[in-house]
């Protein structure tokens, strides 16, 4: 049986990969099998551990920016503050919001359009992770804050979260 080498290429692909064909790619100058297989791209890939406490941060991270980004949704951020963070924080993440009129979390108004994450350091059973917001202004210029968050490794719990540097 004869085989398409674009079919060729799709196939070495790995199980599970996401990828994008070329209806979701860049358009292709040409349109035969080889410009086809050119134009497929894996998507990058996450994966992480509900026992880990920087996975606990990038989840919360993650599902908070995406909640503010689809607007209306704010009850939800209450919810994902009241199961990702501590008592403790949530009260004073509330104190720290009617001082600066911005949003605890992200230490900023508005909503980055994208953030990541890296492990920083543990011990005292704690453990800080790096989280960078990115936001984009009215004149296409981006700007980014640094946060170190602090976990609890016993709950995984968020306890403290301030501006880096």
Not at 68 to 75: E, I, S, V
Not at 103 to 124: C, F, I, Q
Request: proline letters at 4%; charged letters at 20%.
């Amino acid at each position: 049986m004869a085989t398409s080498r674009a079919f060729r290429h799709i196939a070495c692909i790995p199980p599970g990969a996401m990828v994008l064909g070329p209806a979701m790619s860049e358009p292709a100058a040409e349109t035969t099998d080889t410009a086809s297989a050119e134009a497929i791209a894996v998507v990058h890939r996450h994966s992480g551990s509900p026992a880990s406490a920087v996975d606990h941060v990038a989840d919360f991270y993650g599902a908070y920016t995406d909640v503010l980004h689809d607007a209306g949704h704010y009850r939800l951020t209450d919810a994902l503050r009241r199961h990702y963070l501590t008592a403790e924080l949530r009260h004073s993440l509330k104190s720290w919001e009617a001082a600066h009129q911005q949003d605890g979390v992200l230490h900023a108004k508005g909503v980055p359009t994208r953030w990541s994450l890296e492990y920083n350091d543990s011990g005292m059973g704690h453990c800080w992770s790096r989280v960078s917001l990115t936001w984009n202004d009215t004149g296409k210029q981006k700007y980014t804050i640094h946060l170190v968050i602090q976990s609890d490794l016993a709950t995984r719990l968020i306890s403290g979260i301030r501006v880096d540097g």
